[in-house]
């Protein structure tokens, strides 16, 4: 590590915000970044907060130099991960740096050395925390501000990353799709598919049905039932606590569309689900939130442009869509994408993003596809051996 570079772990509320302050500076005019709200940041990060802490431990550090702060990331051990994965490797996230390869270096080089104290014989990354939330970094496309809960960086971090001797272990897509190609795409299938899933849908007394927003609690309860059956299977993938998936929906209930979740049961069995968001990043890049603005202030205009400036969010992002083991390549999954499209259009809302979507999950990709959906940006996971 160079001599003028310190590396410092964050112990006290002062440098946690220090830390989240931090980010504003290497996006710096930069007008497709979406900068997050503070108090969100400040819970995110607040062990007597998210139950993500219950189950994992994580350092926080900053680089300084000189002593002001060049560069953040923090180290995690996810115990639930390398339990369900029979996994021995630490992740990082928070990785925010000016284009300095030194910073880079003395920045991952301390994630690495935390995580191979505790024992652990990789470094992966980046994530916000786990797959749960945000993670991968952006390799492309860095012409467009991100769809809610995906993640943006500067072009410079793939360099800096892979320069310090991290390799890619996966790439998560994001597909962008018309929404009337979506029902123009589901209407075409073949004739003799459509009568068997309507046959399907007959005998197992299978019900499309929107989500009931005066009954929320009991239909998460439902949800719950579904998440972890459904995405098991798929790399990576942690199961929620009942704990975390509370926070993640009462997180998330401020700004759901009612009209764009859907519970799929069979005989009155919750089987599926589809969850969508329209892009409340319209909204919050207009209030652009910021360390010299008090919060309370930022979240007052926010919530005034989500519900006035509608009209703006042309997109949607499909966030999950999930069909347990026994009732996949029924074409259910199909009139999942229907349904969603048909109220979007409702809504006004033309465009949508499918992600992310794994490299290597080829039935996802497929049906995607054959809406006529592609690939317009790449998030990258990185590894490397300790």
Known sequence: MPDDIEIVECLTPQ??????????????????????LISERREFYDKNKHPFFKHAEVAMFLAKRNGETVGTIYAIENYKHNEFHNEKI??????ETLDDQAVANALLA???????????????????????????????AFDDTPRPLMTYNPPYYQKLIETAGLRKTMDLLAYHLEVIDIQKGVDALPAKLKRVTDLLMKRNEIVIRKVDMKHLDAEIELLKKVYNSAWENNWGFVPMTEEEFEHLANGLKPVLDPDLIFIVEAKGKPIGFSLTLPDVNVPLLHAYPNPKTPDILTQIQFFANFKLRRSLMKYVRVIALGVIKEYRLTGVDGLLYRRTAEEALKKGYNIGEFSWILEINAP?????????????KTYRIYERPL
């Open 15 to 36: 440098q946690r915000d220090e830390f989240i302050f931090f980010q504003w500076v290497p996006y710096k005019g930069n007008k497709y970044w979406v900068p997050p």
């Open 90 to 95: 630490g992740m990082f996230g928070g990785f």
């Open 110 to 140: 301390q994630a690495a050395a935390w995580v191979k104290a505790r024992g652990l014989t990789a470094l992966r990354g980046p994530f916000n925390f786990s797959t749960n939330e945000e993670c991968g970094l952006l390799i492309d």
């Open 364 to 376: 996802m990709r497929n049906a995607i596809e054959g809406l006529g959906g592609k690939v317009y």
